[in-house]
């Protein structure tokens, strides 16, 4: 039976791409290796890349093989990687036709210009697919390991090496990372650089890929990140060792190689160790591969001695690579985020902390370390905020009750931490954050003495800008006024004439008799309790508070307005509940919008309301203006009825 003509051409053509390598190879066999011009590479290439295609291994194999073929395979064998390369993931592993083709491969590494082959395996690495990346690399990785140290410094080798470590599915347990390490330790001129090359390249391939958070992703590490970090640590400590040594010997010995292990370290601290969750696994059995790496990270600062230095700068040898103070600011704020990760590290996951002087008294290890709290709190993440505010309560467990002066407050970052704080419990969507932090604002308030809660207080009653937070500030006001009412000693700041000011602060509404009723009642309540508190605590004879000789002021510029604005905003709302229920079946069809805004932030659109849902909202706001009013009502009988006692009491009517 003959076979269909397509066939007989496919075959025809299978024939015609062996014969023209062959030819190629026949007519180079005569010529030097300076006569080769262009086109005998473009030939040749093109021919191997045919008979790779259709399945002629074992006789490409044979071809360069062949000593007589040595020099031409020596100058044109690297322009078959890309083919052959391909022609490998086509097979399976154990194919008789793909070990063929890894001999082919083996040969080429052997005969074929050093130079030229890293740039093709370097090419075939930049163009391989992700499905493929993994299996590329582990082919070449080996070949690459056994090309002279000689090519461009190492440097490009070494890039090409450390490549490696950041492919999301290498099978790390076959990395042979001994044979990098022997390449640039091999290396005497440019290697710090070669080295500083080749890690950060690591680490900047390695921040394209997610951070496992959870304790079944840092198992699981489905893109190899976790194997990256511990493949990482074992790479450098070669380098490590070699500059502990030189340190032995003379301070400034392999300067630059310190400062690239410097460099690398406070990359790995920005990433990944910023973003990853670095508290132990439940399972005990188990190791957190990110927390291990946490921990050589910070193994490698204390062996070439920049552990205490970056973690308090101050007593560390002042270091900078920089004379531009310029140059020096821009430094800071770019290591500003490792220094953040590095002081959490220590002082919550105390990690080195038995290599610190127990000298440092607590005030300072917060004041050190609240440069750092204000990095973590101003991020969005809940890693780095999570870690913000761990990090801030470590260092304030260590200091005792009304242990902070008021100076403090003169740090920048002692006043915008609290702030921090508030945008954090207000507008931080994780809600065990927004917990923390509204516990953690109590805890940084206790810690001050009494003028240094009293500046809080005002500071923060400007800053906050939401109602809520206004409300918590004035029950801590109230608190303090009932310490030193109690307190046989005198109070400066919350009794007598000081506390007026703050009084005037708190009694007040923003806008008068226009103020918002609603957005501001937590703020409303919360004062009219305190005066409540203070009218029932303080007798008019004794007037510790100076509320009695305050009462006039407070009436005219808070109960007054209050009750105009009560007034208004009731007639307003009961108004617009009379038109809702009168237009119900209008109301169905409409669409109403709201738009919400916290702590001066406006927040994403509110759904679509119907009117039985406005109508509840305007019922809640009339109820609201209810208890206000209640509550209104019980301060003035509580005036009326002290003023009386007093009244009567100087006159002598029983």
Same mark, same amino acid.
């Given at each position: 039976?003959?076979?269909?003509?397509?066939?007989?051409?496919?075959?025809?053509?299978?024939?015609?791409?062996?014969?023209?390598?062959?030819?190629?190879?026949?007519?180079?066999?005569?010529?030097? $290796?300076?006569?080769?011009?262009?086109?005998?590479?473009?030939?040749?290439?093109?021919?191997?890349?045919?008979?790779?295609?259709?399945?002629?291994?074992?006789?490409?194999?044979?071809?360069?093989?062949?000593?007589?073929?040595?020099?031409?395979?020596?100058?044109?064998?690297?322009?078959?990687?890309?083919?052959?390369?391909?022609?490998?993931?086509?097979?399976?592993?154990?194919?008789?036709?793909?070990?063929?083709?890894?001999?082919?491969?083996?040969?080429?590494?052997?005969?074929?210009?050093?130079?030229?082959?890293?740039?093709?395996?370097?090419?075939?690495?930049?163009?391989?697919?992700?499905?493929?990346?993994?299996?590329?690399?582990?082919?070449?990785?080996?070949?690459?390991?056994?090309?002279?140290?000689?090519?461009?410094?190492?440097?490009?080798?070494?890039?090409?090496?450390?490549?490696?470590?950041?492919?999301?599915?290498?099978?790390?347990?076959?990395?042979?990372?001994?044979?990098?390490?022997?390449?640039?330790?091999?290396?005497?001129?440019?290697?710090?650089?070669?080295?500083?090359?080749?890690?950060?390249?690591?680490?900047?391939?390695?921040?394209?890929?997610?951070?496992?958070?959870?304790?079944?992703?840092?198992?699981?590490?489905?893109?190899?990140?976790?194997?990256?970090?511990?493949?990482?640590?074992?790479?450098?400590?070669?380098?490590?060792?070699?500059?502990?040594?030189?340190?032995?010997?003379?301070?400034?010995?392999?300067?630059?190689?310190?400062? $690239?292990?410097?460099?690398?370290?406070?990359?790995?601290?920005?990433?990944?160790?910023?973003?990853?969750?670095?508290?132990?696994?439940?399972?005990?059995?188990?190791?957190?591969?990110?927390?291990?790496?946490?921990?050589?990270?910070?193994?490698?600062?204390?062996?070439?001695?920049?552990?205490?230095?970056?973690?308090?700068?101050?007593?560390?040898?002042?270091?900078?690579?920089?004379?531009?103070?310029?140059?020096?600011?821009?430094?800071?704020?770019?290591?500003?985020?490792?220094?953040?990760?590095?002081?959490?590290?220590?002082?919550?996951?105390?990690?080195?902390?038995?290599?610190?002087?127990?000298?440092?008294?607590?005030?300072?290890?917060?004041?050190?370390?609240?440069?750092?709290?204000?990095?973590?709190?101003?991020?969005?993440?809940?890693?780095?905020?999570?870690?913000?505010?761990?990090?801030?309560?470590?260092?304030?467990?260590?200091?005792?009750?009304?242990?902070?002066?008021?100076?403090?407050?003169?740090?920048?970052?002692?006043?915008?931490?609290?702030?921090?704080?508030?945008?954090?419990?207000?507008?931080?969507?994780?809600?065990?954050?927004?917990?923390?932090?509204?516990?953690?604002?109590?805890?940084?308030?206790?810690?001050?003495?009494?003028?240094?809660?009293?500046?809080?207080?005002?500071?923060?009653?400007?800053?906050?800008?939401?109602?809520?937070?206004?409300?918590?500030?004035?029950?801590?006001?109230?608190?303090?006024?009932?310490?030193?009412?109690?307190?046989?000693?005198?109070?400066?700041?919350?009794?007598?004439?000081?506390?007026?000011?703050?009084?005037?602060?708190?009694?007040?509404?923003?806008?008068?008799? $226009?103020?918002?009723?609603?957005?501001?009642?937590?703020?409303?309540?919360?004062?009219?309790?305190?005066?409540?508190?203070?009218?029932?605590?303080?007798?008019?004879?004794?007037?510790?508070?100076?509320?009695?000789? $305050?009462?006039?002021?407070?009436?005219?510029?808070?109960?007054?307005?209050?009750?105009?604005?009560?007034?208004?905003?009731?007639?307003?709302?009961?108004?617009?509940?009379?038109?809702?229920?009168?237009?119900?079946?209008?109301?169905?069809?409409?669409?109403?919008?709201?738009?919400?805004?916290?702590?001066?932030?406006?927040?994403?659109?509110?759904?679509?309301?119907?009117?039985?849902?406005?109508?509840?909202?305007?019922?809640?706001?009339?109820?609201?203006?209810?208890?206000?009013?209640?509550?209104?009502?019980?301060?003035?009988?509580?005036?009326?009825?002290?003023?009386?006692?007093?009244?009567?009491?100087?006159?002598?009517?029983?």
């Amino acid at each position: 039976m003959k076979c269909p003509p397509v066939e007989i051409a496919l075959e025809d053509q299978k024939i015609m791409a062996k014969e023209e390598f062959r030819d190629v190879i026949q007519r180079c066999q005569v010529l030097n $290796e300076e006569d080769f011009k262009g086109e005998d590479f473009d030939h040749f290439q093109a021919a191997g890349k045919k008979c790779l295609e259709e399945g002629y291994i074992a006789e490409i194999l044979e071809i360069i093989q062949n000593e007589k073929n040595k020099v031409i395979i020596k100058s044109m064998g690297w322009n078959l990687v890309g083919p052959l390369i391909r022609c490998i993931h086509e097979y399976k592993e154990n194919d008789t036709e793909r070990d063929r083709c890894k001999k082919i491969l083996d040969k080429l590494v052997e005969l074929c210009n050093p130079k030229e082959l890293v740039l093709g395996f370097l090419e075939q690495i930049e163009q391989t697919s992700k499905e493929q990346m993994s299996q590329t690399v582990l082919l070449l990785l080996k070949p690459l390991q056994e090309a002279p140290v000689s090519i461009l410094g190492g440097s490009l080798l070494s890039l090409l090496l450390v490549t490696a470590l950041m492919l999301p599915c290498f099978p790390y347990d076959l990395l042979p990372l001994s044979g990098a390490i022997a390449v640039l330790l091999k290396l005497h001129r440019n290697k710090a650089y070669s080295i500083g090359l080749s890690l950060s390249t690591i680490l900047n391939q390695l921040s394209l890929l997610p951070v496992p958070y959870t304790a079944q992703q840092v198992q699981e590490d489905m893109h190899g990140l976790c194997h990256c970090c511990n493949a990482l640590t074992d790479f450098v400590n070669p380098f490590v060792d070699e500059v502990v040594r030189n340190m032995e010997i003379s301070d400034g010995g392999c300067k630059d190689l310190k400062e $690239e292990l410097l460099s690398f370290c406070l990359k790995s601290l920005k990433y990944p160790l910023l973003m990853a969750e670095l508290e132990e696994l439940p399972e005990e059995t188990i190791k957190h591969p990110l927390r291990q790496f946490a921990a050589d990270i910070l193994g490698i600062l204390l062996d070439i001695r920049e552990l205490i230095p970056k973690v308090f700068p101050q007593h560390g040898c002042k270091n900078q690579i920089w004379d531009n103070e310029g140059l020096v600011a821009i430094e800071q704020e770019q290591s500003a985020d490792s220094l953040a990760c590095l002081s959490y590290i220590v002082f919550v996951q105390d990690f080195g902390m038995n290599y610190f002087p127990v000298v440092f008294h607590p005030s300072y290890i917060l004041q050190c370390n609240m440069v750092h709290i204000q990095v973590l709190l101003e991020r969005k993440e809940e890693s780095v905020l999570s870690k913000g505010l761990d990090l801030l309560e470590s260092c304030l467990l260590r200091l005792e009750d009304n242990s902070l002066f008021l100076q403090y407050l003169e740090f920048k970052s002692f006043i915008t931490i609290p702030q921090d704080m508030v945008k954090v419990m207000t507008l931080c969507p994780f809600e065990p954050l927004r917990k923390k932090s509204l516990k953690l604002l109590q805890l940084y308030i206790n810690k001050f003495e009494e003028e240094g809660k009293y500046t809080l207080f005002r500071c923060l009653l400007k800053t906050s800008n939401h109602s809520g937070v206004e409300a918590y500030i004035i029950q801590n006001i109230k608190n303090q006024i009932d310490l030193s009412l109690k307190s046989t000693k005198s109070s400066k700041c919350f009794t007598g004439l000081q506390l007026v000011s703050l009084l005037d602060a708190v009694l007040s509404l923003p806008e008068g008799a $226009e103020t918002d009723l609603l957005q501001n009642s937590d703020r409303i309540m919360a004062s009219l309790n305190l005066l409540r508190y203070l009218v029932i605590k303080d007798n008019e004879n004794d007037n510790k508070t100076c509320i009695w000789t $305050e009462l006039t002021k407070i009436q005219q510029n808070f109960l007054k307005p209050l009750h105009t604005g009560l007034n208004m905003s009731r007639a307003h709302y009961e108004a617009e509940m009379k038109n809702k229920k009168e237009n119900k079946r209008e109301s169905h069809t409409s669409k109403t919008v709201c738009s919400v805004r916290v702590a001066g932030e406006k927040m994403p659109m509110m759904p679509t309301m119907t009117s039985e849902m406005e109508l509840q909202v305007l019922q809640s706001a009339l109820f609201t203006f209810d208890l206000i009013e209640s509550v209104l009502a019980r301060v003035e009988e509580l005036v009326e009825v002290k003023t009386k006692i007093a009244v009567e009491a100087n006159t002598g009517i029983k």
